[in-house]
Structure formats: structure tokens, C-alpha cells
């Protein structure tokens, strides 16, 4: 009797112990649009194990596709399906007006360093995002860069005259068509799932992405002309559903902003060479790609028509987009030294 009584006690005492440990740890979920071992996986799977080494709690990472397109994982972030997620101003920049100004070209330098200290080190990065983020209820923990955009085209190009008559496949936000109209083009929003798609039966003629995601998309088999045209960077964001976030405990929330920038070193080791890289393994797979690089002669007819884009900006995003116009340069200013 004495036996069985220590027994069950102590099989309660377990489970109660179970119980709680359970309740105190979570499986929480993150959605990115990209696959595995892509940039915005290197960074999930950094802020992965950083949770999970760190604390009891768990996370699922759901890559593209899995969940749907980013439009999709960013609602369901919104709605607190998902905790986490990571999308890209190209798609937020719909919901976020102000996130779309990494599509003025010309703004950001194409030096790596100076690109990756202005991401460090920017208040309108660091502190003016994170309020405009907020409003739509997400907490933002980091954005960082991906990879400077060159453009795949069916043929290579060097002026914006050869642009005419061109369907070039941009994301989903207004600014940028008004930078490929600028630069003589025709833009075609659509979103990440039908670009090979319409590069292959071409509705499309071309895009602009990163060299990694162009070699691990296989852009380049359907769009073999690559342009590099000095115009910018792609750029990302990853956070969490805001009241999730709130809800957490202090301590848990120094976990997430701790994993977050862990993951942050780990992508930006993972990016430094990342596009030399990707280069040479589209050139050992196709011997149909040409490479341009733009010489500063021709990239000046292109940077000629980016202060029209900028107007459009601020006509978009009316006095808060001018006053972050304003610091995003002065931050530039400040690691350029210019
Ligand atoms: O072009 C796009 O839509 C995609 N490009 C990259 C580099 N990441 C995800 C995004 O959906």
C-alpha cells in the first residue's frame, strides 16, 4: 500500500513536472521565402539552434512554398499563426510604404563592406524601421542584406534605350516599377513562385536578384544574360508576430533579440563571397551565359534617371518617408565618409 501511495505520488510529481516543463516550452514557427541553404535559410536555421541550444523551446523552420508565397506567410504571421517570419521590403514595401525605399537606385553603394557596416550601424535601420514595423504589428529584429541584384535579361544590354519593350519581372511593390519604368523598362510585378515560369515561356524577358538566387533558382538557364548594373541590394527583414513577442517573458525576450543577432553574424560570414561563388558555378553549368558589367559611362544614363524615383518616393510616402530618406543618407554619409 505504503508502495503503491510512493509510487503514485511520485508518478504525479512527474507528470506535474512534465506538465510544467511543457507549458513553459513552446513550439514556436518561422516561415522564409527561400529553400534550404539559401540566405534566409542560413539565418533561420542560426536562429534555430540558437533557440533551441539556449532555452527548452523548439522551432519549425517552413521554407518557400510550404506555406505559400510571401504574401501568405506574412498574413499568417500577422494573424499569429506564425511567430516568426521573414519577408523581403520587395513584398512588405505593399503593406509598408517606407520599406521600399531599397528601391531608389543608386542609393546604397555596391562596396560589400561599406553596404554591411551601413546595415550595422544605421539609425534609420535600427531605430526608425522597427517603429514603422510596429504599426502593422510586427516586431522587426534584423534586416540585413542578401546579395547585390544584377539583372538577367534575354540578351545582354548595356543602355536603357535596349530596354525598351522588355517585361522585367519585379516583387510586388509599386516603387519598383516606377524604378524599371525610369530605367526605360516595362515591370511586371509577380510574385516568386511564376518567374522561372514566365522567363521560360517568355511572358517575361528578364529580372533582377541576387547571384545566389539566380545559381540556386536556375534563373540563369531561362534568362542567360546577366547585367550587372550597380543599382542595389537585395535587401530582407525577419521578425515576430508583435503580440506574441509582447507576451513573452523578459528573459525570453532577450533569447529571440540574442538568437537574432547570432543568426544576423552567422549570414553575413555565410554572404562574403557568396556571389563570386555562385558566379562560377552558373559558368561551369551553362556555356550560354554572358556577363556584363556596366562601365561607370553606361551606369551614369542609368543613375540619371534615379532622382525621378525618388520623387515617387516621397510623393508615396509623404513627410515620414522624407525624414527617413533624410537619415537613411546621413547614415550613408557616415560610413562613406562622403
Ligand atoms: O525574387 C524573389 O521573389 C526572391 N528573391 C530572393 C533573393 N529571395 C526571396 C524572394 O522571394
Known sequence: MKATKLLTTASIGALLFGMSAAAQSANWRYAHEEFEGDVQDVFAVAFKEYIEENSDNTLQIYRFGELGESDDIMEQTQAGILQFVNQSPGFTGALIPEAQIFFIPYLLPTDE???????????????MFP???????LELLKMYPEGEMVVTLDEPFTAPEDLRGKNIRIMTNPLLSETYRAFGATPTP????????????????????????IESGGLYEVS???????????????????DFFNGLSEEEQHL??????????VTIEHISGLAEESLAKIQEASDEVTVTRLTEEQIQAFRERAPQVEERFVEMTGERGAELLEQFKADLEAVTGE
Open 113 to 127: 563592406e561599406t553596404v554591411l557596416r551601413f546595415f550595422d550601424e544605421s539609425v534609420a535601420i535600427n531605430e
Open 131 to 137: 517603429e514603422l514595423y510596429a504599426e502593422q504589428g
Open 256 to 265: 529571440v533579440r540574442d538568437a537574432a543577432g547570432h543568426a544576423y553574424s
Open 224 to 242: 542567360p544574360n546577366l547585367v550587372f548594373t550597380g543599382h542595389g541590394w537585395f535587401t530582407t527583414a525577419m521578425m515576430a508576430n508583435q
Open 190 to 213: 509577380l510574385p516568386w513562385g511564376e518567374v522561372y515560369g514566365g522567363l521560360q515561356t517568355g511572358i517575361i524577358q528578364g529580372q533582377e536578384n541576387p547571384l545566389f538566387w
